[in-house]
């Protein structure tokens, strides 16, 4: 179960990772003077100051609960469907990732830059520092699909294809198949939320909202099911298509519709859905087309927390013995041959956490989990 994020976390996080960039800043300069490197040990000994305040602060907050399925029904569909929002935290501590190698270079080699060893490896961790950046800026683009874009600039044009539904079951569908030859079986793990129309009273048409690919990758996606899943539980609202419903189906392999779940509560989850369960509602005419009041507008679940009980203590820890590894050749107590050795293992671990950091993936508590396998399996 995770943790809300409280001000005081985000404060606190936000200094944590504004005292490690200080500390990468004064790495990556090079200085020709003996001494230790107070300019990068102070900012660094912050870090990990805030950093222990920002554990505190998290475990302090208050646990992530369901909301109250309190709201009266809305006879209005709201035509502002808000974005889930970008995690600048998550973009600024990965950029301080894949720059720990260079800066622990650089600050191992700053009095020694005759060692052509110390030189080379400092080149090729700028060159992975640039390559990786480049590659995160992923990170940058929006966190809806093409199709979602769809979806929502047709609400603020005025309609969507919608119908009335309650929030059901999060499954995490775990779906087993041959992977070629040899026996060898693999498993695709998905991500969903069952919604069931208010007039469907014997369950035969349950829509599915999956997760989708957006962002830097469906991660994103399956992390907002989650804090919806979370939260939303036993909610009413309006599942809502494009009325370009078509173009979205065509346009795609797989056949799937960009859809968001609206619920009365102000809450929008964004998703999509598959043919075989939006059939019945947009090809036979079940879900009609409805107006929307372009003055009403809703907004994503709350991003809860990142951290994770039993998770990032530990990745944290890693991280502390990669910034101790670099104390003796940033107080200049270390030979050159041991200070290249030190910085090379501390960048690596550094780097290491960093991208381990976030790995735990979603959330599993609030998912049910099912399986089910390809028909040769059975």
């Known amino acids: 179960m995770q943790h809300h ?26 200085s020709h003077t003996d001494g230790p490197r107070w300019d990068i040990l102070v900012p660094l000994g912050l870090a990990s100051a805030f950093v222990v305040g920002w554990l505190h602060a998290s475990r302090s907050a208050p646990l992530v609960r369901p909301l109250p399925a309190t709201a009266p029904p809305q006879t209005t569909i709201p035509g502002k469907l808000g974005v889930v929002r970008r995690d600048w935290g998550l973009v600024a501590a990965a950029y301080l990732t894949v720059w720990a190698p260079f800066a622990a270079a650089n600050s191992a080699f700053y009095s020694g830059r005759s060692s052509e060893l110390g030189a080379v490896y400092c080149l090729l961790t700028f060159v992975l520092g640039v390559v990786s950046s480049l590659c995160l800026l992923s990170l940058l683009q929006s966190y809806l699909d093409h199709a ?62 999956q997760a989708v690919h957006a962002g830097h990758g469906s991660i994103v996606s399956e992390k907002h099911l989650t804090h919806a899943a979370a939260q939303l539980v036993a909610h009413a609202g309006w599942l809502c298509w494009p009325t370009r419903w078509r173009d979205v189906a ?129």
Request: proline share 5%; hydrophobic share 45%; charged share 20%.
């Open 250 to 378: 065509e346009a795609g392999k797989a056949r799937t519709v960009s859809a968001a779940f609206v619920s009365d509560s102000g809450h929008v989850v964004w998703g999509a859905t598959l043919e075989e369960d939006h059939r019945y509602y947009l090809h036979e005419g079940a879900a009609p087309v409805c107006e929307t009041d372009t003055a009403l507008s809703v907004t994503p679940i709350p991003r809860p927390s990142r951290y994770f009980v039993g998770t990032h203590a530990s990745h944290l820890r890693f991280a502390a013995a990669g910034a101790l590894l670099a104390v003796p050749f940033l107080l200049d107590v270390a030979p050159r041959w041991a200070s290249l050795l030190l910085g090379l293992i501390s960048g690596a671990v550094g780097l290491l956490a960093g991208m381990t950091m976030d790995g735990v993936g979603v959330d599993q508590e609030p998912w049910t989990r099912r399986e089910t396998s390809h028909p040769s399996l059975q």
């Open 5 to 30: 994020s409280t001000p005081v976390a985000r404060a606190v996080g936000a200094a944590t990772l504004l005292s490690a960039a200080a500390a990468w800043g004064a790495a990556s300069l090079q």
């Open 148 to 209: 979602q874009h769809i979806l929502r600039k047709d609400a603020a044009a005025g309609g969507v294809h919608a119908v009335r539904v309650r929030f059901g079951t999060a499954v995490q569908e775990a779906y087993r198949y041959p992977a070629g030859n040899g026996g060898r079986i693999a498993v695709k793990h998905s991500y969903s939320l069952e919604l069931t129309s208010e007039d469907d009273t014997d369950g035969q048409h349950v829509v599915r909202l």
